[in-house]
């Protein structure tokens, strides 16, 4: 019983965790969106490089893609499962971002999300993400941006 | 002391299970893919759809890719890194796919992989695998087959 309720409140504060990453997203606030990370933080992002490690250059990164967008970004979290112990956890979801881009185009596309997560002094954070597009695997091998869940 | 041996013994038998699976993936061994599964396996893969489901689902999709290489697939996972608990675990690595598909052509492509596990009366499986390659951020969008570690 105090196993599943553990789970259970570990599984809340994931989702608040998830809920507050998401905001920082929206609002593109680039330090919002950092304080959810562990230093060892490893992201596999849309765009490349295959990686990129630690917090300085995802903070770059996120400041960067948000400089792509006019006002504010729309960002779901959207099926969201959560596969967590006492202090590791293993999430993923489907996410939409749409927006408008600073060229005037319209970006409307939904993206595999997985995230690992670790708790510490009794807090989660982020120590790994992974977003993606499938592609086409025909030539000339074009990101997948239509799909819809 | 015991956390520590307990998480070097899981980390130990997490790799014993990533590589039970590479090696099931190079003989194109589709049965010896799916027993290192859950039943609740999701994947996100390089192909379109977004995500598959369950393990027939995803049995389909690994038979349907190996019949697209010409002998054996040289499937190497490379900067492996386990975030693991007592029983949930979070990993990610860079896999090199290599080999000759059937019509002839070269494959040799690096994709990042993440995968999701749970420990279970004694025994890990992955309940979640994501497959990605990055791709280029200006028109015609392709997927970034190019990119080495």
């Not at 959810?36 to 933080?41: E, K, V």
């Not at 499962?81 to 971002?97: M, P, Q």
């Not at 749409?98 to 970006?107: D, I, M, N, V």
């Not at 086409?136 to 239509?146: G, I, Q």
Request: hydrophobic share 35%.
């Amino acid at each position: 019983m105090k196993t599943e309720t553990s789970k259970s409140a570990n599984e809340a504060q994931i989702r608040a965790r998830l809920d507050e990453w998401a905001k920082a997203v929206c609002a593109k606030d680039v330090e919002g969106v950092i304080s959810n990370y562990g230093p060892d933080i490893l992201l596999f992002d849309l765009a490349p490089p295959l990686q990129y490690q630690g917090t300085n250059t995802c903070r770059g990164n996120w400041a960067e893609w948000f400089a792509t967008f006019q006002g504010p970004v729309d960002y779901q979290i959207s099926e969201l499962r959560i596969i967590s112990s006492i202090d590791v956890a293993s999430c993923h979801s489907l996410n939409r971002i749409h927006g408008t881009r600073t060229g005037g185009e319209h970006t409307d596309v939904w993206v595999r999300a997985t995230l690992g997560l670790v708790k510490s002094d009794g807090k989660w954070t982020i120590r790994h993400e992974h977003y993606s597009v499938p592609f086409y695997m025909e030539p000339p091998y074009k990101a997948s941006l239509d799909l819809k869940p």
